[in-house]
Structures are given as C-alpha cells and as structure tokens.
C-alpha cells in the first residue's frame, strides 16, 4: 500500500471520529478485542430486557389469574352454604355437582364477577350442594363426597378458597374422584384444623344432601322441559339463562 493510500484512509478514520464525537458518541477501540467488548456489553443488554420482560410478563398474568381475594361472611343451613351479605339486595341461588364439568366452567367464567359483587354486598349467594352424578364416577359416590367436604369447609371457615379447589382440581367423570384422605389434604393445607378430616372422613352430611337433591329436582321452577340439572342458577327463586353472559350483571341492576 502506498503512503498515499495510507494518508487517505487515516484521514477517512479521523473524519469518522469527528463525526461520532459531534453526536455525542465515543469511539470504542478498534479492532477485535474492541469489538468482543462492545458486542458482548450489547449481548448482555438485550439478555437482561428478556428476562425483565419475561418476569414483568408473568408477575402480571399471576396478578390477573389470582383475580379479587374473598372477603365476605359464610354461613351453613343443612346443605345450603351462604356467601355474603344477609341483607344483600340480590340472592343468587347456585346448584352444582363438583363432578359437573359445566358446572366448572361456571365457575371459571364467573368466580370473579360474583366474588367483587360479594364483596361489595351487592348480591348473596346460596351454594346448594347437589349429588345428581354419583353415578359418573367409579366407584360411585364421589359427588356427595365432594359435597360434603365442601360443607365440612363451610364450617371450618375456609369455603370460597375449598370451594374454588375443587373446580380447579376436578377430576373427570367416569374416574374415582378425590379419596377423603385427599379430600381432607386440600382443607388441610387452606388452615382447616383436625375437625376438618373427622368431618370429612364421617361423611355426615350424606342425607342433607340427598335430601337438598330431591327437592332441587322436584322443584318446577328449577327445571327446563321437566328435567333439572347442574349447574342451574336462580334469581329471586327463578331459573336463568346463564348462556346469557350479562345474567349477574342484570341482576344486579335489577
């Protein structure tokens, strides 16, 4: 190379300079060692961006999936749990199976709607405990099972989060459900103290819900062409249509 070529290219390198120092910019080294330098600072950079955003990404969807914390009273009579206000405007009357998979799916797409409105006192809810699927699991009878456990959590004061946990743990029909023992872990590990798996396990509460099925089943206002099924929803004591996606909405407006 000669000394011209040589003299052209420092002073094309100084240009560059002059240039990157106008902007504000200064010049890293040249050569490999430099540039290593400068793509593993950019390297680091964008890993760091990731993982922010991947941790801020997944904090806000724990957020939104925890959804409005329960903070209203419970009460039990027989085989029907209350939420809410006693003097709330608006009762709601739900009767479900915990083998029921529509009745799951209630509850997924409403458990946030209904507890801000319990909060609130805006509406009470009546959660009748049904047993029409003992026959859907094998060996039979876990319908009443979970029934039971759910009114044994009633009265251990642990309900919405116990009532929550079997929908979102449900077990499919045809299979053997929970045992009592697994039954009693769940209350066990939302603070139910010992009474909880002796209530459980005792399987007191067989008859309130046998009897609380026959009568929602014998009850004209609850059935559709003569049949009654889980889950079915009541407002002032008559059977909604819970496809219509406003139903709590409207009845809270009235």
Known sequence: MGGADRNERKRKQAAAQARL???????????????????????VVVIVAIVVGVVVTLTNRSSEAAGPAPNYPVAR?????????????????????????????????????????????????????????????????????????AICAADAGIFPAYHAQLYAEQPAEGSAGFSN???????????????????????????????????????????????????????GGQKIDVNDSDWLQNAIAG
């Open 21 to 43: 120092k106008a902007a504000g910019i200064t010049p890293k080294r040249s050569g490999p060692s430099g540039n290593t330098l400068v793509l593993a600072i950019v390297a």
């Open 77 to 149: 009579a027989g085989a029907v749990i209350t939420a809410g206000q006693a003097a709330a405007p608006v009762t709601v009357d739900i009767y479900e199976d915990y083998l029921c998979p529509y009745c799951e799916r209630l509850e997924t797409a409403y458990k946030d709607q209904l507890t801000t409105a319990l909060n609130a006192g805006q509406i009470k809810v009546n959660y009748h405990a049904i047993s029409i699927l003992d026959r859907a699991s094998s060996p039979a009878g876990y319908s009443t099972r979970a029934a039971n456990a």
């Open 181 to 235: 023992d697994e039954l009693t872990s769940f209350g066990t590990t939302l603070g139910a103290g010992g009474g909880f798996g002796q209530c459980v396990a005792a399987q007191a509460n067989t008859g309130l819900i046998e009897t609380a099925t026959n009568t929602a089943a014998a009850n004209p206002a609850l059935q559709t062409n003569g049949s009654f099924g889980t889950p079915t929803v009541a407002i």
